[in-house]
């Protein structure tokens, strides 16, 4: 039996729950999109549901990289 670090669990946790944040990115956006496309086609107000969305799932993505998640870094 092989003890598996800490550190590959949360990553593993981090990596399921980044891929279905942004499967639901994708397919929302998509929806939004069709919607707008349909009902207003000459006001694109989508764009900004896409930015501000995407902006949030960068930011985790970027607190993940560099390790800013630690309970220590939060520390003042």
Do not use: Q
């Not at 799932?57 to 970027?62: A, G, H, K, T």
């Amino acid at each position: 039996m092989e003890i598996i670090p800490a550190d590959t669990d949360k990553r593993r946790v981090f990596a399921r729950r980044f891929s279905r944040r942004v499967t639901t990115y994708f397919a929302v956006c998509a929806f939004l999109a069709f919607v707008n496309w349909y009902t207003t086609p000459h006001h694109w107000w989508v764009v900004w549901v896409i930015a501000g969305w995407g902006l949030s799932i960068l930011l985790s993505l970027v607190h993940y990289l560099f390790g800013w998640d630690d309970d220590e870094s939060c520390k003042h």
